[in-house]
């Protein structure tokens, strides 16, 4: 059974204002013309009520080509494959390590953090300082 569904247009703007019109995975910034609507929690891996699976708590923004490249992969799939690019990269084309090799492309290998994941820390320390009790000055 497919379980997606047509979302209305506040559904849309809803979700595309999460993460302030950037794709919730690489931070790039999309417009709201043809942006993607990804499936944190993917339709076809889990077995979830149809409420649960197209929540907004589950529905992120997403440029085209991250939402490609992610298709049904659960989050941490998606970081693992994210994090192999460079090797796979290195492996299949001779292009990529002569560039590395001038210093046209510079790898790092910090873990994957995702927008969102960046977004959300930042939003939960802000919420913590504003949550602290004022001090008076005596």
Do not use: W
Not at 10 to 27: I, L, Q, S
């Amino acid at each position: 059974k497919d379980m997606r569904r047509k979302l209305t247009r506040a559904e849309r703007e809803t979700v595309y204002n999460k993460y302030d019109g950037h794709c919730a995975y690489c931070g790039r910034e999309i417009p709201f013309k043809g942006f993607n609507v990804d499936h944190l929690r993917s339709l076809y891996m889990y077995d979830y009520e149809d409420d649960e699976i197209n929540s907004i708590d589950n529905l992120m923004p997403s440029c085209r080509s991250c939402n490609q490249y992610k298709a049904t992969m659960d989050l941490e799939k998606f970081r693992h494959m994210l994090s192999g690019i460079p090797k796979r990269l290195a492996r299949d084309i001779s292009t990529y390590n002569i560039a590395i090799r001038y210093g046209m492309i510079e790898e790092h290998n910090e873990p994957i953090r995702f927008y969102f994941e960046k977004v959300e820390e930042e939003r939960k320390r802000e919420r913590e300082v504003a949550e602290e009790p004022l001090k008076t000055i005596s």
